[in-house]
């Protein structure tokens, strides 16, 4: 698997990221957690990133209520990957009556850290997992900082922000003197483009790293559901598809895969791998986020992993979901 450089963030990657996201749940809700991978589950998926070429896992505090990190830090003790970078995020609470809460205090950062590097044995990246409206942005780009200049982390990053949010950040850390962030993780997929219009030239023009996440849109971005088969009990679609896939599972994108179905078979490879290869070739990728379920849905990132796409066939694709 090739390998990309992760912003100004000294980091050298591999070209897709592991994302722990299902490990002891789905995502960060309370009421999908026990859903997604067992933690047995969860160290084979590790162990098949790691002989894959993977060199980055992506995680989170809240993920499986801690499950993940835990299962993550786990793994990294046991098997002591080389060059393995080592990405978390912090800000993001779920509570008991499935309600979420946002805190990116000082107080929140410096407390969550210290339980992360417990749980993790490190924290390379450290990033605030959605923005917090009742925290100034100074105090928390502050906390980040300091942490970086501890040497308690390597580099920060900013999760599910808007552009109006990433220009405040960037210019609040100017004007304060404080460590920029080097790296934005938002969702971006063929079904989901929206950061393309307004995010992504600025995060191109500043130089910073973009990691995507939901690259196959819970599964609708593969030959799964084509031909009127439907979710299966336990997929994502079935398990979280109004929790966090909300409106790709319809007809009218149904007919776009297909659609991708057409060119995949005409460069004899699968829907699911040309869907990877379109995002990780994209101009302001750096390294898409995966997170196979099975060991059979590995074959999607070793397909994108066989595949270039020039400019022709990137926009080809493209306009399929346009």
């Known amino acids: 698997m090739r390998t990309t450089v992760l912003g100004t963030s000294g980091f050298e990657i591999s070209e897709f990221v592991f994302g722990a996201g299902s490990i002891g749940g789905v995502g960060a809700s309370t009421s999908t957690r026990g859903l997604g991978l067992s933690a047995e589950q969860g160290l084979q998926r590790l162990d098949e990133a790691r ?3 993977i060199t980055v896992v992506d995680t989170a505090d809240s ?7 835990k299962i993550v830090g786990h793994w990294l003790h046991d098997r002591r990957p080389a060059d393995f970078v080592v990405s978390t995020k912090v800000g993001l609470i779920s509570k008991s009556d499935g309600s979420r809460g946002v805190d990116l205090s000082k107080e929140h950062i410096e407390r969550r850290l210290e339980q992360s590097i417990e749980r993790l044995g490190r924290v390379d990246l450290f990033l605030s997992h959605v ?3 009742g925290t100034p942005v100074e105090e928390t780009l502050a906390a980040f900082t300091r942490a970086q200049e501890n040497g308690l982390i390597g580099a920060y990053g900013v999760s ?3 552009r109006q949010q990433l ?4 210019s609040t850390a100017d004007k304060r003197d ?10 971006l997929n063929l079904l989901d483009r929206t950061d393309e219009a307004a995010l992504l030239p600025l995060v191109v023009d500043e130089g910073l790293a973009y990691t995507p996440f939901s690259p196959l849109a819970g599964g609708v971005l593969s030959e799964r559901y084509l031909d009127g088969a439907t ?4 997929s994502r679609i079935a398990v979280a598809g109004n929790m966090y896939y909300k409106g790709f599972y319809s007809p009218e994108n149904l007919e776009k895969v297909a659609a991708l179905r057409d060119l995949a078979r005409e460069r004899a490879t699968s829907v699911s791998g ?14 898409p986020i995966v997170a196979p379920s099975t060991s059979a849905q590995w074959d999607a990132v070793r397909d994108a992993a066989a595949i270039r796409l020039d400019a022709t066939e990137h926009a080809r694709i493209s306009d399929i979901f346009s």
């Open 63 to 69: 993920y499986g209520g801690g499950e993940s990190e």
């Open 274 to 287: 040309l869907a990877l290869a379109w995002l990780r070739d994209h101009p302001a990728v750096t390294a």
């Open 231 to 234: 979710p299966e009990a336990g």
């Open 167 to 170: 220009e405040t950040i960037l």
């Open 131 to 133: 923005p917090d409206p």
């Open 178 to 187: 404080l460590h920029r962030p080097v790296l934005v993780e938002n969702r």
């Open 160 to 162: 599910n922000v808007d």
């Open 51 to 53: 002989e894959l070429g």
